[in-house]
């Protein structure tokens, strides 16, 4: 580890997460729903489902199947964004499921689909992180059976120095390395459900990411586990 | 691939021999589980691009075509020119593919070779500055499959550098702004020594693999592409699949992937001359 202090531009430890929030049953309408937010970045999903699939020919009768739909509304950012799927919120969308299903039990809804909407209100880097944590939320608020809970964090490096989740400034980051964005999502046992990369990394630098996220993730797990709590206790 | 086209998918037979031969660190043709099959290469397929390449992975095989042009920059890099890169899965290759709007694995695949690509730096966009903030080059790399056979990722990745390697300016008539694209200069694209090979580790059962064919892409559980170079920097990393994975084998899948992009590189420097 370097011995120069880096200071991160808001004044975190290199370890700190922003302030989370976590709230469920934020849209009356859905199954679940939930929102999530790491500092200024917000996002809400909402569950609809398990309903029966349709068009009828994408049915599995082994398994349900999960779909996520992930999307920034066109204010979230300071460049307006066109309405409408892109190449990288359909990407992101699939990323999303990835990291969900392994923890649904999905095989009990054969021929069914379970839709989950995930929508950034506000965007100040780790979106996708948000989304999945909201996401996540969402399912269990929905009663879905899970197997464990999900929570995503993203791990940066900047020049040579590991911080824990980024927020914008520290993304567009130039100097030395540059910045490495890398979003990993884990089970609260330590299964790894979604990692990408994006940057310049050594492998053992990477080793001591997937740690930082390790330890940063039982800390969002803990948000999540008190928002879910909190809201059996309200209907007390 | 999911729901009617399920099909024509590896049966529940041919995965569980499958996992028997990798068992035994075996497959059905005969190679180790970290071996890839054949790499042949072609360079100048197509004569109206400005560069390209045809590349085979044993039955696998893609098309890359480089076109360069001359557009606006976007406006938070001003003086650096543009990269795009798109796929499409053509029906003529697959009896899965079919003709529309990219699905999911096209726009996938796209989007992995061009940000392995981008984060590495491969291509120095500073260089490709002809007016800034008016006048960039932007370089188009198109990707097609002619053969699947598993591991079009890998596939297009090496296409996409060879092609990058042997591709050259069209003239730019700066007078009536336009690219005449019929007359090529001999200058190449700037690019500089750090190669991204990407490589694609499959885990099925067990086991670990490279190199996939397609019976054995369609079982897998988790797949992590990864972009880097020979001496162990990485660029670009995705999982894929909806099943979880132990920090171990991670550690696994990166060693792996690190010996074999090593590997690679011996099957393709001469075209990266």
Request: charged content about 30%.
């Amino acid at each position: 580890m370097p011995t120069k202090q880096f200071k991160r531009s808001d004044g975190r430890k290199l370890d700190g997460i922003r302030a989370m929030e976590a709230k469920v049953g934020v849209v009356p309408n859905a199954n679940g729903s939930a929102m999530f937010s790491f500092g200024d970045t917000i996002a809400i999903a909402a569950v609809y489902g398990p309903r029966k699939m349709h068009p009828q020919h994408k049915q599995d009768p082994e398994k349900g199947t999960l779909r996520c739909n992930y999307s920034m509304l066109s204010f979230s950012v300071s460049d307006r964004i066109r309405p409408g799927p892109n190449r990288r919120s359909t990407e992101i969308s699939k990323i999303t499921e990835w990291a969900l299903e392994p923890v649904l039990m999905i095989k009990k809804y054969p021929n069914m689909a379970i839709d989950v909407h995930i929508n950034i209100l506000q965007a100040n880097a780790s979106t996708r992180c948000a989304g999945i944590n909201a996401a996540a939320l969402a399912l269990a608020h929905a009663g879905i059976p899970m197997r464990d809970m999900v929570s995503s964090v993203s791990i940066g490096k900047i020049d040579k120095q590991l911080v824990v989740d980024l927020n914008k400034d520290e993304e567009d980051w130039e100097d030395g390395e540059g910045s490495t964005d890398i979003p990993i999502t884990m089970t609260s046992h330590d299964g790894l459900t979604h990692i990408q990369l994006d940057g310049r990394i050594t492998s053992k630098e990477l080793k001591e990411a997937i740690e930082l996220a390790r330890k940063a993730t039982k800390e969002i797990y803990e948000v999540q586990k008190k928002a879910l709590k909190d809201s059996v206790k309200e209907i007390k | 691939m999911s729901g009617i086209k399920d099909i024509m998918e590896t049966s529940n037979l041919t995965e569980k021999r499958i996992k028997e031969y990798l068992a035994e660190g075996k497959r059905f043709d005969g190679r180790k589980p970290g071996e890839f099959r054949e790499i042949s290469i072609e360079t100048g397929v197509s004569k109206k691009a400005e560069g390209s390449a045809r590349v085979k992975i044993g039955k696998t095989e893609v098309i890359v075509g480089i076109k360069l042009d001359v557009s606006e920059p976007y406006p938070d890099s001003l003086d650096k020119g543009k990269l795009m890169v798109t796929s499409e899965l053509l029906p003529l290759s697959s009896p899965r593919f079919e003709s529309g709007p990219p699905r999911f694995p096209a726009i996938e695949l796209g989007r992995l070779i061009d940000r392995a690509i981008r984060e590495s730096k491969f291509i120095q966009f500073e260089k490709l500055c002809i007016k800034k903030g008016e006048k960039v080059w932007a370089v188009f790399i198109d990707i097609y499959s002619i053969n699947d056979d598993g591991n079009l990722i890998d596939a297009a990745g090496i296409g996409a550098l060879v092609a990058l390697k042997t591709a050259k300016f069209p003239k730019y008539d700066e007078k009536n702004e336009k690219v005449l694209h019929e007359e090529l200069t001999t200058k190449k694209i700037p690019l500089s020594k750090e190669i991204p090979i990407m490589v694609t580790v499959h885990k099925i059962g067990d086991n670990i693999l490279v190199d996939p064919t397609l019976e054995e892409e369609d079982i897998n559980e988790v797949r992590i592409t990864i972009g880097g170079t020979t001496d162990g920097t990485i660029f670009s990393m995705q999982k894929g699949n909806p099943k979880e994975i132990s920090i171990e084998d991670i550690y696994k899948i990166l060693d792996l992937a690190e010996k074999t992009r090593k590997k690679v590189f011996l099957n393709i420097e001469k075209f990266l001359k």
